[in-house]
């Protein structure tokens, strides 16, 4: 749960830090650019860029989410074999 934490907040500073960067770096230039307008194009930037800046933490995040799965399965066939009668002695 942790990394799963971890990836999210890191992917939501990426995008606060580039809606900051899309906002005030044109405004040195005199160009102003709607609070809205930045906030989208840093979504759409940091989409494919948080892909490459937090790849290890998203294959951690996914092998966790894996393991869970796999876990909630074994669980989850248990209990039907047990439902069915099977592994009584």
């Known amino acids: 749960m942790r990394d799963v934490a971890l990836y999210s907040l890191a992917r939501l500073v990426l995008v606060v830090v580039l809606a900051a960067?899309?906002?005030?770096?044109?405004?040195a230039f005199g160009v102003e650019i709607p609070l809205l307008v930045a906030a989208l194009f840093a979504v759409l930037i940091a989409l494919p860029l948080s892909l490459v800046l937090f790849a290890p933490l998203r294959r951690r995040v996914n092998e966790r989410i894996a393991a869970v799965d796999e876990r909630r399965r074994s669980t989850r066939a248990d209990l039907e074999s047990r439902l069915r009668g099977e592994g009584r002695t």
Do not use: F, K, V
Request: aromatic fraction near 14%; hydrophobic fraction near 55%; charged fraction near 15%.
């Open 21 to 27: 960067a899309i906002l005030y770096i044109p405004r």
